[in-house]
Nanobody
Framework: QVQLVESGGGLVQAGGSLRLSCAAS????????MGWYRQAPGKQRELVAV???????NFADSAKGRFTVSKDGAKNTVYLQMNSLKPEDTAIYYC???????????????WGQGTQVTVSP
């Protein structure tokens, strides 16, 4: 069974930095894309940044210029480097991956349990 395990959240002051990590484990054939979404209280979950297995990236406008997404294919891990953090970045950050488990199965989305990021003014 595929699992996504996140780490790296926490409390930081505005202007600070945090690095999130998410590792995929279990039995699977291929990862097509990994990335990060976030959900603030009272708001819908939204895209932050994603990266495909060929290295293409996509960012939310709010993340451009401040966040970087990268991956280590050998470790099945995706990272989110967040710089110049703002109080409005406060949210639960969820790892997401599009994974094919077996040769004769379709790929599907998997989610991590979420990690809290809190940015104080």
């Amino acid at each position: 069974q595929v699992q996504l395990v996140e780490s790296g959240g926490g409390l930081v002051q505005a202007g600070g930095s945090l690095r999130l990590s998410c590792a995929a484990s279990g039995s699977f054939l291929r990862i097509f894309m990994m990335g990060w979404y976030r959900q603030a209280p009272g708001k819908q979950r939204e895209l932050v940044a994603v990266i495909t297995n060929d290295g293409s990236t996509n960012f939310a406008d709010s993340a451009k210029g401040r966040f970087t997404v990268s991956k280590d294919g050998a470790k099945n891990t995706v990272y989110l480097q967040m710089n110049s953090l703002k109080p409005e970045d406060t949210a639960i950050y969820y790892c997401n991956a599009n994974i094919r488990e077996r040769l004769n199965s379709d790929s599907r989305a998997y989610w991590g349990q979420g990690t809290q990021v809190t940015v104080s003014p």
